[in-house]
Structures are given as structure tokens and as C-alpha cells.
């Protein structure tokens, strides 16, 4: 079996850590260097049930995209959240490593998965200045609400769903996708004329303006809004299967997973239309589409 540096400088050469940003916090969180690994866990989220799961799974390595302590900290007490993660990882002798704005910007990266999980066809990155999202073709045009459709049962299911803004009947041929929050990059979707762009945390302001920009330019622009969690989990499932061929490379027979557990923080969504009192103001009309489970 390797050792948690062995494992580690593996990850750091598929996700390089001086490829984050400056504000992030990649890199390994807890876990003795000298550590054998046998099993290890990928996840979004460094919560507590998917430490849950690490400990009954028999994990010795969690990986997870987001950071444990993005904004730094001055205790590891139990008695908050993050520092009972932290108490809970090194009583059960697991170790977590964090792969974030390194992972977005790798080749393959975040944004590769998403493409791949909606089984779209990349021909280059939204900025190609840091390689962050991704220019895609369809194999054959479909309407805006077909491709919404396309992304609701090919990522896995949140309370959110999926959002659409946009004529729901304009052909979609060419697409930006970035996993996770993208709403900072409508000036490059802009650029590369695209018909519809699919990220997540897509918020009111910016996407207005991206509409109405686009009603008075060049032409419309579709915009499939997701959960952030469930835009990067097929990151996942990519990273397990680079860390099975480097496995198979070293002959390390590491077992490797990925965790099937929503960790996206909304938990419920109420239909408007169920949900009206008599007397209450109409809701605006919409479609509803049940999102697919992962693998």
C-alpha cells in the first residue's frame, strides 16, 4: 500500500497547487505523511456525513473539492462544525485533501466533467487566459428547454433543480459550461457567442443583464441554472478514475469511491402553484422536470 505523500504527490501533479488562487485553500488539511492508504473517498463537501461515510467505508483518505477552512481559523475546537470534522477525521486516522480553484482549472477539470456528464463535445475554454470553463458543441441542435431537460436527468438530483431563462424553444448548438458559480464570467460567454450558457448560483442582477444584453446584441442567450453542488460532483467521479489509472500504474490496488451523498444545503423546493392560498397573488407559470440520480 502507498503512503499518504506517495498518494498526495499524485494529486498535486493532476491538480497542481500553485494553480489556485491566491484566496483559496487546496492542499492536505490533516493526515500523517508516513500513513498507509488503501481506500479512499471523493466528495464536493468536507461535512460531516461524508466523514460519516469515510468511517464506514473504512476510508484512510477523503478528497473533496471544496476547502474545509477557505477564510482561515484561529481554533479546531469540537465544538464547532468544521473543527468536529477535523476531532472526527484524526481520531479515525483519515486524512483529507482539498482539490478547488487548482481542480477548475486543470486539464482535464471541473468543467470537463460537467461536459462529459451532459455528454457534450469540448472545443476549448470559456477564458483560456487560466483555462476555466468550457466551449461545447452538441452532436445535433435541440431547443433551450431540451437541453435543460439534458442537464436535469444527466446531473444528480438537488431540491433546487433546474433553472432556464430564455425562450425554451431557441435551438442550442453551441454551449459554455463552468461548474460551480459563473455568473463572473458573462463578458467570455459573451465573446464566444454561444446560444446558452449552464453554470450554477446564477443570481438575479447578472442574469438579467445577460438577457437583456443579449435581446440587443447578438442574439439570445439561453441560461440553465443548477446546483452548485450537483455542476461539480461529476468532477467526482473524473478524479477517482485518474487516481484508479495512476493506481494501476504503480500497482497500488487502491480502492477508490465516490460518494453518492447530497451534500447541497437546500433540502426541500415548494411549487408555487401547490403551494397558493385563496386569495393570494398568481404564480408565474413555469415546467417542472424531475433531475436524475448519479451512477
Request: glycine share 8%; charged share 20%; aromatic share 4%.
Amino acid at each position: 500500500m502507498p503512503r499518504l505523500s506517495e498518494v498526495i504527490a499524485e494529486l498535486d501533479a493532476l491538480w497542481p497547487p500553485e494553480r489556485a488562487e491566491q484566496w483559496d485553500a487546496v492542499g492536505t488539511v490533516c493526515g500523517d505523511p508516513d500513513a498507509e492508504v488503501s481506500r479512499v473517498l471523493f466528495a464536493v463537501d468536507p461535512v460531516q456525513e461524508i466523514v460519516a461515510e469515510a468511517i464506514a467505508l473504512g476510508a484512510d483518505l477523503i478528497v473533496t473539492h471544496h476547502p474545509l477552512y477557505l477564510r482561515g481559523t484561529t481554533t479546531v475546537a469540537a465544538s464547532h462544525f468544521k473543527g468536529r470534522v477535523v476531532h472526527t477525521l484524526i481520531k479515525h486516522d483519515i486524512a483529507l485533501h482539498v482539490a478547488h480553484t487548482n481542480a477548475d482549472t486543470a486539464d482535464p477539470g471541473v468543467s470537463d466533467a460537467l461536459a462529459g456528464a451532459l455528454d457534450l463535445r469540448v472545443t476549448g475554454p470559456l477564458v483560456p487566459e487560466n483555462n476555466l470553463g468550457r466551449i461545447c458543441e452538441l452532436d445535433h441542435p435541440e431547443t433551450l428547454a431540451d437541453f435543460a431537460a439534458r442537464a436535469a436527468a444527466r446531473l444528480p438530483a438537488t431540491a433546487q433543480g433546474i433553472r432556464v431563462a430564455g425562450d425554451p424553444g431557441m435551438t442550442v448548438r453551441r454551449v459554455a459550461v463552468s461548474g460551480g458559480s459563473g455568473d463572473s464570467l458573462f463578458d467570455a460567454v459573451r465573446a464566444a457567442g454561444v446560444d446558452a450558457f449552464l453554470t450554477a448560483d446564477l443570481r438575479h442582477h447578472p442574469a438579467s443583464e445577460a438577457t437583456q444584453a443579449a435581446h440587443s446584441s447578438s442574439g439570445p442567450l439561453g441560461l440553465v441554472d443548477a446546483a452548485h453542488w450537483a455542476t461539480e460532483w461529476p468532477w467526482c467521479e473524473q478524479a477517482a478514475a485518474q487516481l484508479d489509472t495512476i493506481s494501476d500504474r504503480h500497482g497500488w490496488d487502491l480502492r477508490v469511491h465516490v460518494s453518492t451523498t447530497v451534500t447541497d444545503p437546500w433540502s426541500a423546493h415548494v411549487d408555487p402553484a401547490a403551494a397558493r392560498l385563496p386569495g393570494s397573488a398568481p404564480s408565474a407559470p413555469s415546467e417542472h422536470t424531475s433531475p436524475g440520480a448519479p451512477n
